[in-house]
C-alpha cells in the first residue's frame, strides 16, 4: 500500500512524502479498513518533528490517529462489522495510509449523512472534548465555561458540547479577530469570545462576569496562562489541561488560591489510554453524542464538525504548515485517494 512517511523518519513538513509500506492484516479483534479520508492533528505535527510516542500499538513510522473509510477485512472473533461497512474510528497511528487495521472497539459505524471526509473529522477533538467537559470537569447546565484554542478542532467541539448540555455562557479566546466573530457567530458557539493576541483574556473575562469567573476551563496552552486561569476560577472550579504548548513547568506559582478556592484540577491525552478505556470511550460516544452531529450545513444540527480545508494527501505538507501556522479555524482533513 501507500502512505505517508519521514524522510529520515523525523523532519518538518517538506520531509513528508507518500511512499510504499507493507500492507496491514487484522489480527485477532480487528479490522482492516481502506482508508478515504483521515484527520490532521496537533499531535502528528509534534510526532512528525520529535518522533513516534513510546506505544508498543503505534505505527513507528506513519501519522495519523482518526479515520474513516470502508471495511474490507475481519480478524478472527470480530462479529460487529461486515465487509462493506462504512466507519470512522481512532487509531494510535496510521492513519496517513490507504489501509489500516484497528480494534473493532475503537470504530463507529458511520452516519448515513455524513460525509467521509466530515465522519473522519470527529474522532480524536469530539472524543478529547468528551473526556474534558464530560468526563473530567463533569460540565452542568449551571456552570460557566471558558475554553482556550476555541478555533481548534478540539475548542469548537468543547464549546458545543457545553452549550449541548445547556450551559448559557460559553467564554473562548482564539487569535484572530476572524477566529474570535466566527466563534460568537455559529449556532451554539461562544458566548463571548476574546482576541489573545490584542487583550489580556483574563481581564476581558473578570469584565464581562463582573468579577465573578467561571467554574470551568479547558486549557492547551500550559505555562502561560495558569496563574490567569487559577485566578479566574470560581470556588469548586475545574481546570483542565489538555495541553502544555507554552511550556510544562511553572515556576513561582501562588498555591494559596488553589486550596482557598477549593480547585481541581485535571489533566488528560487520549492517545495513551488503554485500549479498553477507548473502547468504553466509544460506546459512550456513539450512544450520548454521535448521532446529534452533523455538516456544517445543516442548520438544525445541535452539533456541527467544522472543517478547514481538505487537501489531496499529496499536499499533506502544505496542511502540516497551515497547522503549524494556526491558520485553521476547524478541521484541516486529507482525501486518501
Do not use: C
Not at 3 to 29: F, H, R
Not at 66 to 84: C, K, N, P, W, Y
Not at 235 to 240: N, S
Not at 276 to 294: G, H, N
Request: zero cysteines; hydrophobic letters at 40%.
Amino acid at each position: 500500500m501507500r502512505a505517508v512517511l519521514i524522510k529520515g523518519g523525523i523532519g518538518s513538513a517538506d520531509d513528508l512524502y507518500i511512499g510504499n509500506y507493507e500492507n496491514p492484516t487484522p489480527s485477532k479483534g480487528e479490522i482492516l479498513v481502506k482508508i478515504v479520508a483521515a484527520g490532521v492533528n496537533r499531535l502528528d505535527i509534534m510526532q512528525r518533528s520529535r518522533g513516534p510516542p513510546a506505544l508498543p500499538s503505534a505505527s513507528k513510522d506513519i501519522l495519523g490517529v482518526e479515520f474513516s473509510g470502508r471495511v474490507e477485512g475481519l480478524g478472527e472473533g470480530v462479529s460487529d462489522f461486515q465487509i462493506g461497512d462504512e466507519v470512522l474510528g481512532l487509531a494510535p497511528g496510521a492513519a496517513y495510509a490507504e489501509y489500516i487495521t484497528v480494534r473493532s472497539g475503537t470504530v463507529m459505524k458511520k452516519p448515513a449523512d455524513l460525509g467521509f471526509v466530515e465522519a473522519a473529522s470527529i474522532p480524536e477533538v469530539w472524543f478529547t472534548a468528551f473526556q474534558a467537559i464530560v468526563l473530567i470537569a463533569h460540565v452542568t447546565a449551571n456552570d460557566t465555561v471558558l475554553v482556550h484554542a476555541g478555533a481548534s478542532g478540539v475548542g469548537l467541539a468543547a464549546i458545543q458540547l457545553a452549550r449541548f448540555l445547556g450551559v448559557k455562557t460559553v467564554y473562548a479566546t482564539a487569535g484572530s479577530d476572524e477566529k474570535a466573530n466566527f466563534l460568537s457567530s455559529i449556532k451554539n458557539g461562544a458566548s463571548h469570545a476574546v482576541n489573545y493576541k490584542k487583550q489580556d483574556f483574563a481581564v476581558e473575562i473578570d469584565k464581562a462576569t463582573n468579577g465573578k469567573g467561571v467554574d470551568v476551563i479547558v486549557d492547551f496552552v500550559g505555562q502561560d496562562y495558569f496563574s490567569r486561569n487559577i485566578n479566574l476560577l470560581r470556588t469548586d472550579g475545574r481546570l483542565v489541561l489538555l495541553a502544555t504548548l507554552s511550556g510544562k513547568e511553572i515556576p513561582n506559582v501562588d498555591l494559596g488560591p488553589i486550596l482557598y478556592k477549593r480547585i481541581h484540577i485535571g489533566g488528560s491525552t487520549l492517545r495513551t489510554r488503554s485500549l479498553e478505556y477507548q473502547a468504553k470511550l466509544t460506546s459512550r460516544f456513539v450512544d450520548e453524542v454521535l448521532p446529534y452531529i452533523k455538516g456544517e450545513t445543516v442548520e438544525e444540527s445541535p452539533l456541527k464538525t467544522y472543517l478547514y480545508t481538505v487537501y489531496p494527501w499529496q499536499d499533506v505538507a502544505e496542511a502540516h504548515k497551515d497547522m503549524e501556522a494556526n491558520k485553521n479555524t476547524g478541521k484541516i482533513m486529507l482525501r486518501i485517494v
